[in-house]
């Protein structure tokens, strides 16, 4: 178990609170209860600072920082709602929502979506930038899940949920830039992949309707990305272990 | 285990082999000259040498760059303690002229001199090149015959590390990679990091369209490549290190490879270096053809076997790098200055160039401007200079428009400022960027919007895709300026694009992304009314 | 492909069909590399780089021989191989010619070559012409900026190009086959 880590003062948008030297400032605002929206983080994984939502303002004018990936350090003063920022993560949102085939109305995550629930909380009710309508074709080829690409956002999760808590790196990123694209092992259809185990962790921690159950209709697909921290904490305690000690 | 090499015999041994013969002919065999033909005029000089039975009377010497691509192949006759005579554009048959000329009737052959005294040659300061022309690239005796090899003798058996780290601080030298950040301190992160295995890498991954300047460093002077990578080593505790060249430079990676092998024969690299106890191994590795693994934290990546995407920083480098050791990444062109600044130490570069950056800088000309080539010039040099002078102006009787430096990562500096020290400070302050060392010069005909569309469509190629803003925020600026080039644009479009801009500046995750916007916003800061000329209003709003 | 990787190639295929357990005796020099490597996962681009030399071009089957000899998974191989610009998954046409859009070639016209001999073959960038021909590639400066536009056919440098030049010389290589 973490030894409680020595105590700081930050602030966020001028509000002081209590901060722990060693964690990050994003999981020092969630332990606080204040919000930094963010999509790519997922508690219980590597960080991998690539969605660039949480980025956040550590004291003034300089470089923003990403709040998942930036450590928490003494009287540090974080800012998160400016008029710079909001314009910033509106403006990424709507080149994610651009990049992709989002159409919420016909989703299986309609309604139980992260970055639908982004949109929202950062108030982004339209997009600015040329739709570049991708034609990608679904993988429906596992018995179980459906991988639609359209709505794929390239957090990763599922790569590195595959990768560092199942241990069998069915799922990478192939080509880059604009081309870059989830793939399972040589880029075959999934159901033919032999490394995937069907344990559906990609598909819990996905934060779109990427990743979905075979069958969900509109809306229904629900995803539980908080298992993967779950599982990330109890393999950490050693939980599973023999308690007297034999590993 | 073999002796180690002796410099100074092998000085001795070449300058008797130097005098063996009453001429020289050194002819330039980089990759420009190539091109031009140099390898038939270098064979016809051999062939002539045998069939007239010359070999007691003329040696023939394949030399590094000269410098002056555009006028290749250069040749040059050395008389033995005497007269050099420089020539340009030398085909077989001028060049069997040439040396029958000079060796029989001791007459230079005017048709094909090159005048050395035009500013192109006598405005230059070589440190880094100054081997550039004189030495065979591919024999360690001739880089030991003109002082190789001797700084990392004098900083193994007579310093210190931390005397050594001293003479680069001394130096005041910056990185010449672009960002400009002091060498000395990036040495001392790294000797006081922790750990027994730390890593040295050298950067030679010159993706910026335009620049071909560490190539060049590479291929006509590896050995000083290595001996400067093995005095970093030395400085900061290091015993592993990588050269990582891009593949589109096979020539390059040869050279080094031979010559990481000659060291190691002559133990200037491998186990106890010299007699001493330092031990260093260097590998080359190779790129797969990525700009982006120009930037460190991606390279390192490559260098693992990785898709080449940037990590977040901290933790920097020096604290983990290479399969998490400190690890530190220096340019290859920074890594060519290091030998001489331990031989003449650090005052004496820091007496070269201005206050705060010092030392030279090689640039790559090219574009439009008569002298196209590889100039080193002193830091503080005017654009002017540069421009006017060592290039020898716009030709064709077009006007000067703007001098791009810094690659896609950098502006275009518009005529006005063309009076402007070209230093680290003072290319940031007009919005671009020192960059590696390309400078490309565009006349008045060249469209500045195209040219910023130029390198976005670059930028955009070469995103890693890992971050949002850089893979679909290039995407969407390509887009905006597609249509601004094309006339299709509005007022709005041109707004969002600056929007972008700053979106995608601020919020990218490494260098490249960060800095993808700049040619927009420096094009934009200094010909705006090209992209306003683009806009008709009236149509796109009945459109 | 070098000379020597050439050479290599030959001697390789003259010998013994089936030596390789694979059948095709390439994968002898893969497994040479592989060697001198230590089998180390951190190998895995050059090893990518030698595969390409000797065979031309990455198919599936090499990609996974490489996966399973370095015990990497081949999402993760799949991912790096197309990461990279120099790797190619088709087998290239019997002639490449590769344009240098590198920007002092950009400001002296090279666009007009890579359209030219593009529409020339009908052959978009980066692509074999369908009868195998011709592949057009265009690179990120060669770093012969001093002789721009440069164009490379057939490995051989050209420079000053422009479009007619270059088709000239394009139509004389593709051509000059029958």
């Known amino acids: ?247 | ?543 | 492909m070098s000379d020597t990787t050439t050479r290599r190639v030959v001697e390789a295929s003259n010998r013994q069909q089936g030596d390789h357990p694979s059948g095709d005796n390439r994968f002898e020099l893969v497994d040479k590399h592989l060697k001198r490597a230590r089998y180390e996962q951190d190998q895995l681009i050059e090893t990518l780089h030698v595969a390409q030399d000797v065979f031309g071009y990455l198919s599936e089957d090499i990609l996974i021989y490489v996966a399973r000899a370095l015990r990497l998974p081949p999402s993760m191989v799949y991912g790096v191989a197309t990461f990279y610009h120099l790797f190619t998954f088709e087998p290239p046409g019997d002639h490449s010619c590769t344009v240098c859009t590198g920007t002092a070639c950009f400001v002296k016209g090279a666009d007009a070559i890579v359209q030219g001999v593009s529409d020339a073959y009908s052959v978009p960038t980066g692509e074999t012409s369908a009868d195998g021909s011709l592949t057009l590639k265009t690179a990120r400066c060669l770093g012969s900026c001093g002789l721009a536009p440069v164009v490379v056919l057939d490995g051989s440098v050209l420079s000053h190009q422009n479009a007619e030049s270059t088709l000239e010389l394009v139509g004389t290589a593709v051509g000059g086959e029958g």
């Open chain 1, 1 to 247: 178990m973490r030894e409680r880590q020595p105590a700081v003062n930050v602030s966020f948008d001028g509000v002081e609170y209590e901060g722990l030297l060693g964690e990050s400032v994003l999981e020092c605002a969630r332990r606080n209860g204040v919000a930094i929206p963010s999509l790519c983080f997922l508690e219980g994984l590597t960080v991998w600072g690539g969605c660039r939502i949480c980025v956040v303002e550590v004291a003034e004018g300089h470089r923003l920082r990403p709040a998942c990936a930036t450590q928490v350090a003494a009287d540090m003063e974080i800012k998160i709602e400016t008029p710079r920022l909001r314009a910033y993560r509106k403006s990424v949102l709507e080149l994610l929502f651009a990049e992709g085939n989002h159409v919420c109305a016909v989703c299986v995550s309609n309604g139980n979506c992260e970055l639908q629930d982004m949109a929202v909380h950062c108030g982004m009710d339209h997009v600015r930038y040329d739709y570049q309508s991708p034609a990608r074709e679904v993988d429906a080829s596992h018995p179980k899940y459906v991988f639609d690409p359209n709505r794929c956002i390239l957090c990763t999760r599922c790569v590195r949920v595959c990768d560092e808590i199942e241990g069998a790196h069915v799922w990478d990123i192939r080509h880059r830039g604009q081309q870059a694209e989830l793939i399972t092992e040589m880029n075959k259809p999934w159901g033919e992949s032999l490394s995937c185990t069907w344990c559906g962790k990609c598909v819990a921690v996905c934060p779109t309707g990427s990743l979905a159950y075979q069958g969900s209709a509109i809306g229904e697909m629900e995803h539980d990305p908080v298992m993967i921290k779950r599982l990330a904490v109890a393999r950490n305690r050693g939980e599973w272990l023999d308690p007297k000690g034999v590993s």
């Open chain 2, 1 to 543: 285990m073999a002796a180690p090499i002796d410099l100074h015999e092998v000085m001795e041994r070449e300058r008797e082999e130097r005098f063996r013969t009453r001429w020289r002919v050194k002819a330039c065999s980089s990759t420009a000259c190539l091109s031009a033909g140099a390898g038939a005029t270098i064979k016809a000089v051999e062939d002539l040498v045998e069939r007239e039975d010359m070999a007691l009377e003329v040696q023939v010497i394949p030399t590094g760059c000269m410098g002056l691509c555009s006028a290749g192949p250069l040749v040059r006759m050395m008389r033995r303690g005497g007269d050099e005579s420089d020539y340009q554009k030398v085909t077989p048959e001028a060049a069997i002229e040439i040396v029958r000329s000079h060796v029989l009737d001791e007459q230079p052959v005017p048709e094909y001199e090159l005048d050395v005294t035009m500013p192109f040659f006598t405005s230059q300061e070589r440190v880094v090149l100054a081997n550039g022309g004189v030495i065979n690239p591919d024999r360690i005796e001739s880089y030991v015959a003109h002082g190789g090899y001797q700084a990392l003798e004098k900083a193994l058996t007579t310093m210190k590390p931390k005397q050594v780290i001293e003479q680069i601080r001394l130096s005041r030298i910056r990185g010449r990679g672009g960002a400009g950040y002091p060498v000395a301190s990036k040495w001392g992160l790294l000797a006081s990091a922790p750990g027994k295995t730390k890593y040295v890498v050298a950067n030679g991954d010159e993706g910026d369209p335009g620049a071909y300047m560490d190539r060049t460093i590479m291929e006509d002077d590896p050995h000083r490549v290595i001996e400067g990578i093995a005095i970093a080593a030395y400085a900061t505790g290091a015993s592993e290190a990588y050269i990582y060249v891009r593949a589109e430079y096979p020539r390059a990676i040869e050279r080094l490879d031979r010559a990481i092998r000659v060291a190691r024969r002559n133990r200037l690299l491998g186990r106890k270096i010299l007699d001493t106890n330092f031990n260093l191994s260097v590998e080359v590795r190779i790129g797969a053809g990525a700009f982006v693994c120009g930037e460190e934290t991606a390279l390192l990546a490559s260098i693992e076997g990785l898709r080449g995407t940037p990590r977040l920083r901290p933790p920097y480098p020096t604290e983990k790098g290479l399969w998490g050791a400190p690890t530190m990444i220096n340019n290859v062109e920074t890594l060519a200055n290091i030998a001489p600044i331990i031989d003449r130490g650090g005052e004496w570069f820091a007496s070269l160039g201005t206050e705060k950056s010092t030392g030279t800088k090689v640039f790559a000309l090219a574009g439009d401007i008569t002298n196209t080539g590889l100039i080193e010039v002193p830091m503080g040099t005017s654009l002017r200079e540069i421009v006017a002078d060592i290039g020898g102006g716009v030709p064709n009787g077009k006007e000067f428009k703007a001098a791009q430096t810094g690659g896609p990562s950098g502006g275009c500096i518009p005529a006005k400022f063309l009076d402007t020290s070209v230093d680290y400070d003072s290319l940031r302050e007009l919005g671009s960027i020192m960059g590696s060392g390309g400078l490309i010069v565009m006349d008045e005909d060249v469209k500045m919007p195209d040219v910023a569309k130029y390198f976005m469509e670059f930028s955009m190629d070469e995103s890693c895709g890992k971050c949002t803003p850089c893979r679909a925020g290039t995407v969407q600026m390509h887009s905006l300026l597609q249509r601004l080039t094309e006339g299709n644009g509005s007022k709005q479009d041109l707004r969002d694009l600056e929007h972008l801009c700053s979106v995608v500046r601020d919020t990218s995750l490494c260098g490249l992304g960060q800095a993808a916007p700049n040619p927009v916003i420096s094009t934009l800061q200094y010909f705006r009314s090209e992209y306003e000329a683009l806009i008709h209003e009236e149509e796109v709003v009945h459109a």
